[in-house]
Structure formats: structure tokens, C-alpha cells
């Protein structure tokens, strides 16, 4: 965070609310993570796939939630085994957890295989010429850290063949194979009733039976619903972790752990007739009041939720109430139609909720054209990140006092970074 070198922000010039007022002011949004959520909705999918191993996928930044602040936690948490889709990825992870298993779903690559020991993780092979590779590094340094075997069962993007799969099976008998888990991927698992699943699981629970000895690992978010024999010995959600329906057909199992607020920079009265934004696709049909917030679709609040004279677009919570997008959603803003709200409910400063207070990550998802998976892992970089929680209580630790003071209201704090610029004297 810059800072203004004759406001020294230690010195007291400024109360902390003015601070903290003016540390959400170089930001045109807050994004609050909440790890006590993810850690929640962890434990929840861990309880529904018992006995086997909940496992947690944090690629692309864990859906966008930042994946040392939810490996930390969720390691805290009890998750021993994560799965990301880069080497870069995992060294990340790596110096936010020494412990846990960390497995990069991306394969194996010529030369990679220092990286590997270096940072202690294993590759999910998914083509005999990786499997090669990686048995010539191992035999070369005596590298044993372990690695996967991704069996394609349908999904047809990463993965052996079946045959291919069942021509390993005689390195598994003859022992020390340095194999530590066989998986496969669903092409469907969120529609219940689709008969691929049935016909994946039949080939997968045919095909793992052969890895004797090598946990099993079938089941992504949706798939952990598909129930007991879907679950192997080890699930892998993602998804759900970060409030994502993993039962579209059904209610949200999980819990919603992403708020994201935008600050209004104006408000402003248009004539009936006017037009509002880029290509003045939306006109005012009544004498209308608008708020300008600082978010817009470089930002990932795509601009597919704009609205025109002919469709509605999405909505924004202002002052507890839904309003409606008004005209194209630009690079870095957004107006927001807050007509029907009661004169000066909201003033210039005033946050708005994008995410958060009954808006969905799957709500935001139909009105981009997407899935709630793409809403995540679009979040923007321009956001103030603020996490809550995350500080594990251990299962036998002492219940915290009834009258724990109360949370200040928001704002919340924003992260500081971890040891600020020496000051200017
Ligand atoms: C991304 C991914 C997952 C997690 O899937 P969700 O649908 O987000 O739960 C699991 N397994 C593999 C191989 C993946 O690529």
C-alpha cells in the first residue's frame, strides 16, 4: 500500500478509523476471504466422505481465494494432502505448510524432477512417456517422494489409458513401485443422474482394484455426493470449498465464503431519457438516481451482467436492498440503479455488496454465462484482501468464553503486508 509520506500512518496524525478509511480508499473494492468457512465446509465434506481421506484442491490460488491462507488453514485444520496444477504452484504452498502431501495435477515434465524433491511434492503422471521420465530421475538420484497415477476413465484430457494403465499392473505386483495413489477424474459428476458416472466408477473400481495396495482417489466436489462407492480412499474437492453448489440440481450443501464489496465514487440524478454508459445501451425511463462503483470487469465482474433497454442484468445489494445494474459494466466501474431506494440511503463512500448477503457465487455465475468455478478463479488482483478466521480452535481445546467481546463492525481491517516499508524520517 502506498502511503502519502507526510501522513505517517504510525505517527498518529490520523485516528485509526481515518486510516483505515483511507487504506480502503486506494482500493475500489474489499474482498473478504472467510477460512473459518472453508475450514467449515472442509469438514463437512470430510464427514460426508468418511472413511476416506478429504483431501483439498487449491490450483489457480485456490479458486481464487489465495492458496497460503487457505493451505495454512486448512492444514491447521487437519488436511494432509493437497493437489495444485503447477510446480510453481506447490512451492508456494510448500512454504506456507512444511507437512502435508502436495500433488501437482499438471504431470511431469523432462527436468522437472529436481523440482520435485526439492520441494518435497509429487507429480500425477498421466502418460507412460512421464512415467518414464520420472522412473529415470528417481533411479538416477534415488529420489523416492512418491508420485501418482492418473488413469483416464472418459474425461480424455490427462491420464493413461485403461490398457495403458493395465500394462503397469506387474510393476505394482513386483513391489517398491514408489507409487502413492491411483486416481481418475468424473466428466460429470454434478448431474446425478448421468450415466457416464456409473459407467466411469465401474471401469475406475476395476482398473484401482489391480493398484493393490495404492489408495484410491475418484471423487472431485460433486462427486463426493454420488455417495459411499464414489468416495474410494480419498476425495478431492475443490469447488465446494469455496461455497460453490456441488448439487446444482439441488440446495447448496455448502456454506458461502467470499464477500466482495465495492465503494461507491459517485452518485447521480439522469433525466427520463437519458442513456447511462458505453454504447448508451440503457436508457433512464423515469428520472433516475444512479451509484458509481469502483469495480468493473478487469476486476472479474465480467461484463456479460450489463444490462439494456431489452434485459436485465445483475444485481447489487446497496443499503440492504437488491438494485439492478444500469447499462455496460466498464473496465473499472459500474452504475448501479438505486432509484427505489429511500432518498440519501447512500452517499459517496458508502460500500455496496457484489458477493455476499444472499448473492451467489452461482448467482454471479448465470448472469456472467459461466460457472461459479470461473466467477472464483476471475477475482480480481485491485481488491483490498481481507481474511477472517483461520485460527484453528483444535477439536480439545477449551470452548472459547461465552462473553468473547464482539467483532468491530466493518470495515474489516485490510492485510497489512508483513513487515511495511521503513518510514520516511
Ligand atoms: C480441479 C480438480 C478437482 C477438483 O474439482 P472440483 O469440481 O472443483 O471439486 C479434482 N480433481 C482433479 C483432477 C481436478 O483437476
Redesign the pocket.
Given at each position: 500500500m502506498a502511503s502519502d509520506p507526510k501522513m505517517n500512518p504510525q505517527s498518529g496524525l490520523l485516528s485509526a478509523e481515518a486510516n483505515q478509511a483511507a487504506a480502503l480508499a486506494a482500493y475500489g473494492g474489499v474482498l473478504t476471504v472467510d477460512l473459518d468457512g472453508i475450514i467449515a465446509n472442509w469438514r463437512k465434506l470430510e464427514k460426508t466422505a468418511v472413511p476416506a481421506e478429504c483431501s483439498a484442491?487449491i490450483?489457480a490460488d485456490a479458486?481464487g481465494c489465495g492458496a497460503e491462507q487457505v493451505s495454512r488453514a486448512l492444514s491447521k485444520a487437519g488436511c494432509k494432502t493437497f493437489?495444485v496444477?503447477t510446480i510453481e504452484e506447490a512451492r508456494k504452498v510448500r512454504a506456507a505448510v512444511p507437512e502435508p502431501t502436495i500433488y501437482v495435477?499438471g504431470g511431469y515434465f523432462q527436468n522437472t524432477g529436481e523440482h520435485y524433491a526439492q520441494i518435497n511434492c509429487r507429480p500425477?503422471i498421466g502418460d507412460l512417456n512421464e512415467l518414464a521420465e520420472w522412473d529415470v530421475f528417481c533411479r538416477r538420484t534415488g529420489w523416492n517422494g512418491g508420485a501418482a497415477i492418473?488413469i483416464d476413465t472418459g474425461m480424455n484430457r490427462?491420464g493413461l489409458t485403461l490398457s495403458e494403465a493395465q500394462a503397469i499392473i506387474p510393476r505394482i505386483n513386483a513391489g517398491d513401485h514408489g507409487i502413492t495413489l491411483v486416481?481418475?477424474?468424473?466428466v460429470s459428476?454434478?448431474q446425478l443422474n448421468s450415466p457416464v458416472n456409473a459407467k466411469q466408477l465401474a471401469a475406475f473400481r476395476a482398473i484401482a482394484s489391480e493398484f493393490s495396495g495404492v489408495p484410491a482417489?475418484l471423487?472431485?466436489?460433486?462427486?463426493?455426493f454420488l455417495g459411499a462407492p464414489f468416495q474410494f480412499d480419498l476425495v478431492?474437492?475443490?469447488?465446494?470449498?469455496?461455497g460453490?453448489n456441488?448439487t446444482p440440481e439441488a440446495d447448496n450443501p455448502m456454506q458461502p465464503v467470499v464477500d466482495l464489496k465495492a465503494r461507491i465514487v459517485q452518485t447521480r440524478n439522469v433525466e427520463r431519457g437519458e442513456t447511462v454508459g458505453y454504447g448508451g445501451t440503457w436508457t433512464a425511463r423515469r428520472p433516475t438516481k444512479l451509484a458509481v462503483i469502483a469495480v468493473g470487469y478487469a476486476d472479474g465482474y465480467f461484463r456479460a451482467a450489463s444490462s439494456n433497454d431489452g434485459t436485465r442484468g445483475a444485481e447489487v445489494i446497496v443499503a440492504g436492498k437488491r438494485c439492478p445494474v444500469a447499462g455496460r459494466v466498464s473496465m473499472d466501474l459500474i452504475a448501479i440503479d438505486i432509484t427505489d431506494l429511500p432518498p440519501n440511503a447512500v452517499r459517496r463512500g458508502h460500500m455496496v455488496t457484489l458477493l455476499g448477503e444472499g448473492i451467489t457465487v452461482d448467482e454471479l455465475a448465470h448472469h456472467f454465462g459461466t460457472i461459479g468455478?470461473e466467477v472464483l478463479t476471475s477475482l480480481g488482483h485491485r481488491y483490498a484482501r481481507v481474511y477472517k478466521g483461520g485460527n484453528v480452535v483444535e477439536p480439545l481445546a477449551k470452548p472459547a468464553p461465552a462473553t468473547a467481546p464482539e467483532q468491530p463492525p466493518s470495515p474489516p481491517p485490510i492485510e497489512q503486508p508483513a513487515s511495511p516499508p521503513p518510514l520516511p524520517s
Amino acid at each position: 500500500m502506498a502511503s502519502d509520506p507526510k501522513m505517517n500512518p504510525q505517527s498518529g496524525l490520523l485516528s485509526a478509523e481515518a486510516n483505515q478509511a483511507a487504506a480502503l480508499a486506494a482500493y475500489g473494492g474489499v474482498l473478504t476471504v472467510d477460512l473459518d468457512g472453508i475450514i467449515a465446509n472442509w469438514r463437512k465434506l470430510e464427514k460426508t466422505a468418511v472413511p476416506a481421506e478429504c483431501s483439498a484442491v487449491i490450483k489457480a490460488d485456490a479458486y481464487g481465494c489465495g492458496a497460503e491462507q487457505v493451505s495454512r488453514a486448512l492444514s491447521k485444520a487437519g488436511c494432509k494432502t493437497f493437489f495444485v496444477a503447477t510446480i510453481e504452484e506447490a512451492r508456494k504452498v510448500r512454504a506456507a505448510v512444511p507437512e502435508p502431501t502436495i500433488y501437482v495435477l499438471g504431470g511431469y515434465f523432462q527436468n522437472t524432477g529436481e523440482h520435485y524433491a526439492q520441494i518435497n511434492c509429487r507429480p500425477v503422471i498421466g502418460d507412460l512417456n512421464e512415467l518414464a521420465e520420472w522412473d529415470v530421475f528417481c533411479r538416477r538420484t534415488g529420489w523416492n517422494g512418491g508420485a501418482a497415477i492418473h488413469i483416464d476413465t472418459g474425461m480424455n484430457r490427462l491420464g493413461l489409458t485403461l490398457s495403458e494403465a493395465q500394462a503397469i499392473i506387474p510393476r505394482i505386483n513386483a513391489g517398491d513401485h514408489g507409487i502413492t495413489l491411483v486416481m481418475s477424474h468424473l466428466v460429470s459428476a454434478e448431474q446425478l443422474n448421468s450415466p457416464v458416472n456409473a459407467k466411469q466408477l465401474a471401469a475406475f473400481r476395476a482398473i484401482a482394484s489391480e493398484f493393490s495396495g495404492v489408495p484410491a482417489a475418484l471423487a472431485n466436489s460433486s462427486g463426493i455426493f454420488l455417495g459411499a462407492p464414489f468416495q474410494f480412499d480419498l476425495v478431492r474437492p475443490g469447488a465446494a470449498l469455496y461455497g460453490v453448489n456441488p448439487t446444482p440440481e439441488a440446495d447448496n450443501p455448502m456454506q458461502p465464503v467470499v464477500d466482495l464489496k465495492a465503494r461507491i465514487v459517485q452518485t447521480r440524478n439522469v433525466e427520463r431519457g437519458e442513456t447511462v454508459g458505453y454504447g448508451g445501451t440503457w436508457t433512464a425511463r423515469r428520472p433516475t438516481k444512479l451509484a458509481v462503483i469502483a469495480v468493473g470487469y478487469a476486476d472479474g465482474y465480467f461484463r456479460a451482467a450489463s444490462s439494456n433497454d431489452g434485459t436485465r442484468g445483475a444485481e447489487v445489494i446497496v443499503a440492504g436492498k437488491r438494485c439492478p445494474v444500469a447499462g455496460r459494466v466498464s473496465m473499472d466501474l459500474i452504475a448501479i440503479d438505486i432509484t427505489d431506494l429511500p432518498p440519501n440511503a447512500v452517499r459517496r463512500g458508502h460500500m455496496v455488496t457484489l458477493l455476499g448477503e444472499g448473492i451467489t457465487v452461482d448467482e454471479l455465475a448465470h448472469h456472467f454465462g459461466t460457472i461459479g468455478y470461473e466467477v472464483l478463479t476471475s477475482l480480481g488482483h485491485r481488491y483490498a484482501r481481507v481474511y477472517k478466521g483461520g485460527n484453528v480452535v483444535e477439536p480439545l481445546a477449551k470452548p472459547a468464553p461465552a462473553t468473547a467481546p464482539e467483532q468491530p463492525p466493518s470495515p474489516p481491517p485490510i492485510e497489512q503486508p508483513a513487515s511495511p516499508p521503513p518510514l520516511p524520517s
